[in-house]
């Protein structure tokens, strides 16, 4: 296997040298692409002989155009090879997202080569990426693009011809690149998630009775039981050894929001002190219904896809993202909470001017979400 790696290596770098000497007299097209793989970015860089950018430049084929008018083109040339040099990832398309300056380069026949630069951005991590070349074989049935593509700490070859158009290049990403993705989208998905925050102030809004410093330690371990059920649920939904119904999953979570919203109503008028005196039952609840909004958790992470070659990097980084985004809202919105209870001076003053009608509004909404999403609006 390493000879034959090392074989067609070779013959890679002897192609590269040999044809722009054999094609002095331009007989046939030949390209060659360069691109460099990081993280979910794609820098790519094609370097066409002057002879051949009449139809990238918006002209005729067969027309030759000068350097300057190829410099002053470059654009143009960009983007017609980033139609042609297709790059897609996990079967979805990767996007241009930005076309660097371009150069002129002397070519061995006395003439030039064009090197365009551009970036294409994917929808998550790389670790399995698919290139289409479809540049100029329309026009010319001989052309080749000789390509090389250095990711995961190697380098690859291939040469492209008129029925060898695709080439598959995978590998492991980096730990960094993995976690620097993934941690951002778990932040990001908590953050942007209306109904897990919702849950979360349910959850911590009665525990702010006791003011700041008191009520810390039982928020804590209201939201660590939280995270470990969201975190069970999560992975099992993500490795696909559980499947539930979304709709059912999304329902139960707005149906839980309204339920720990309408305990907190119910308490309020038989003991309004009863849970400042424990945080168990609310840890309780906040493991329970942490399961579902696992499978939540899970049904986002699956629309924007694990890398099969980090799937457990991914995983964890993205669970982890999601607890740095409930930490830091807790922490915003907590001693806010802790403060007002403070001020006012009476938990049972709090839980009727501040909770009450936090778990009004709670009730409403999540009882509004549960009716839309069964209906499936």
């Not at 040999?18 to 007299?25: E, M, T």
Request: proline letters at 4%; charged letters at 20%; hydrophobic letters at 50%.
């Amino acid at each position: 296997m390493d000879f034959l790696r090392q074989l067609r290596a070779v013959t890679f770098a002897a192609s590269a040298w040999f044809v722009p000497l054999s094609a002095q007299a331009h007989d046939t097209s030949v390209a060659f692409l360069d691109l460099t793989i990081d993280a979910d970015t794609v820098r790519v860089e094609a370097k066409l002989h002057g002879d051949d950018l009449g139809a990238a430049v918006g002209r005729s084929p067969l027309e030759r155009p000068s350097r300057e008018i190829a410099l002053a083109r470059a654009e143009s040339a960009t983007r017609y090879v980033a139609a042609r040099v297709t790059i897609t990832h996990a079967s979805r398309p990767c996007e241009l997202v930005t076309t660097r300056p371009a150069e002129v380069l002397s070519a061995q026949d006395g003439s030039y080569r064009l090197a365009v630069r551009y970036d294409v951005r994917c929808p998550r991590v790389i670790d399995d990426l698919e290139i289409r070349d479809d540049l100029f074989f329309d026009i010319d049935d001989n052309h080749r693009a000789f390509a090389r593509a250095r990711a995961f700490g190697a380098t690859f070859e291939k040469v492209f011809g008129v029925y060898d158009r695709r080439w598959r290049v995978q590998g492991s990403p980096s730990t960094v690149a993995v976690v620097r993705q993934y941690l951002w989208l778990g932040v990001e998905h908590i953050v942007t998630g209306y109904d897990h925050l919702a849950f979360l102030l349910a959850l911590l809004a009665s525990l702010a009775a006791r003011g700041t410093r008191a009520g810390l330690k039982p928020a804590l371990a209201v939201v660590t039981s939280f995270t470990l059920a969201h975190s069970v649920t999560l992975a099992l939904a993500a490795l696909g050894i559980v499947r539930p119904s979304s709709r059912i999953v999304e329902s139960t979570i707005a149906l839980s929001i309204a339920a720990v919203a309408a305990i907190d109503l119910a308490r309020l008028r038989t003991d309004p002190a009863a849970n400042t005196r424990s945080a168990a039952p609310r840890a309780a609840l906040g493991f329970s219904f942490g399961l579902v909004h696992g499978l939540g958790f899970a049904g986002a992470l699956g629309e924007l896809g694990l890398p099969s070659r980090a799937l457990v990097r991914a995983l964890a980084a993205f669970n982890v993202g999601v607890e740095l985004g409930q930490l830091a809202l807790a922490a915003l919105v907590f001693p806010l909470l802790g403060s007002i209870a403070t001020r006012l001076g009476d938990a049972r003053k709090y839980e009727r001017r501040v909770v009450a009608p936090i778990a009004l509004a709670l009730v409403a909404l999540g009882l509004y979400w549960f009716v839309s999403r069964v209906r499936g609006a």
